[in-house]
């Protein structure tokens, strides 16, 4: 059996080359076809922290590939190095990589992010809906540039789940300024969504003490918010099993 974890050099189109950690499932099978999950850390945090503190890999049966961001930042951000194209050519490129090694679902590529890589998890929605089959955002910091509020992209339905805490004090629920530039709330990047996907009202369910779920129903494309009341700008101890549940059942 191969690493479980390797570093692999990415080439991309009009680009510098760039790396993406990879890490396989725990059984993992040659002759099995994999869905890829795309992972992007937030600001300054190495794909190697994220690919030992959030779990990922041990919640989901996929080919994780945990992006490294051009100064440690993804695009949208008003402190990135890169712009969109950029970093959508360079996770395209990752996926085309693994392609190379392995045998993977290009109708199963999913992408989840924290923070500033939660916004740009988000923006691939916007800007890439083509690419990714579900998004996840969590503790998400929704910039302009990435949000179908910017005008700036379609809106195509694509699955979307936000978890967020109504004391995340670095990403206001309600939205806010940082670093001088204004971000959509993770409140309203919900209904921007469900907007988009065609959704109706919303059930709840528990997910953890203190955590609720809201599933909005009726939508072409499944839209989700998991609220914490206290777990801050975290990674949340149940982000990835409820990710991988949610993204798992899309395109199946």
Known sequence: ???????LEVPVPGGPTRDVLISLPENYDPTRTYPVWLAYPGRSISPEHMSTDTGLQVASDAIVAYGRGEGGAWAGAPYAVTDMAEDIAYSRAVVDRIAQDHLIDRDRVYA?????????ALALACHAP??????????????????????????????????????DGLSLIEGATAHGVPYVGAAAMVGIHAAINGCGGATTRPVAPGVTAHVRQGCEAATELILSESD???WPHYSAFEAWDFLSAQNL
């Open 130 to 167: 083509d690419l990714v089959a579900g998004v996840v955002g969590v503790s998400g910091i929704y910039y302009n540039p990435g949000t179908p509020a910017s005008g700036r992209c379609a809106g195509q339905p694509v699955p979307v789940m936000i978890i967020h805490s109504r004391n």
């Open 232 to 234: 801050g700008h975290g």
């Open 112 to 120: 989840i992010g924290h923070s500033n890589g939660g916004g740009f």
């Open 1 to 7: 059996m191969p690493d479980t974890t390797v570093r």
